[in-house]
């Protein structure tokens, strides 16, 4: 086998695994519209790079047909691409999206290194999934505990939240109005109607919100009829 071959067949062994690795990523990781608003491009480029690039590039470097310690190279390259991928999506698994919590009239985003789920006292919130996990912050009871918990920020309420979709209607009376989006950025009112008219709905067959990861905030679109968020304006 030419070294060219080999490269060849190694450059699409590679590009198989990284795409498939990648729509786990894009799907069920990080799905619309967290993709973009999320820190995960980084990790995605140095993983393409070792395993797409550089990996196949070596094996054109190395290979030749009976060469003694060819196999020893191959696996010190495929050692490298693994560790590559190892790291980088357990860089992007950390910081997925694991819990979309709303409270006080918005959603935060709260990422998997984040999340202490021996924490959660609701039982149905404790499990992993695939998928963020829509939780609901309930307003405290007591000026003092909404006052520590507005200071300390969503992870420290842990054992405060409860399933999403029972507490859907205490949820869509804390929505934005068109009004309010437009206070918060002008532009807000023009990728509203785009956003609408490519999922041919109208408006109000939406709710929406900020969604906040830590400082970085967009707007997202909540289907009033699911109680799903569906994008982002």
């Known amino acids: 086998m030419s070294r060219y071959k080999a490269s060849l067949i190694h450059l699409c062994v590679s590009a198989t695994a990284v795409l498939s690795f990648f729509m786990l ?12 608003f999320s820190d995960v491009t980084d990790p995605m480029i140095m993983i393409a790079g070792v395993d797409i690039v550089l990996g196949p590039i070596l094996t054109l470097a190395v290979f030749k047909s009976g060469k003694k310690g060819m196999l020893f190279d191959l696996c010190c390259i495929g050692a490298l691409q693994f560790s590559a991928l190892t790291y980088g999506g357990y860089a992007i698994f950390q910081g997925r999206p694991a819990y979309i919590v709303y409270g006080d009239g918005k959603f935060n985003y709260l990422t998997e290194a984040q999340v202490d ?7 149905d919130l404790q499990s992993y999934s695939m998928k963020p996990i829509m939780a609901y912050n309930p307003p405290p009871k007591d000026e003092i505990t909404k006052n520590i918990l507005a200071f300390l920020g969503p992870e420290a309420a842990f054992e405060y939240y409860v399933p999403f979709f029972p507490n859907l209607k205490d949820v869509l009376l804390g929505s934005l109005t068109v009004e309010k989006l437009a206070h918060i950025d002008p532009r807000n009112k023009i990728a509203l109607d785009n956003f609408v008219k490519s999922h041919d709905k ?3 067959d939406y709710a929406y919100y900020q969604l906040f ?9 909540l289907e009033r009829a699911t109680g799903e968020i569906v994008g982002s304006i």
């Open 202 to 204: 109208e408006i109000n």
């Open 25 to 36: 990523v894009y799907y069920f990781w990080y799905p619309a519209p967290y993709f973009l």
């Open 117 to 123: 789920r021996t924490l959660l006292t609701n039982t």
């Open 213 to 221: 990861k830590g400082k970085k905030s967009i707007v997202v679109a």
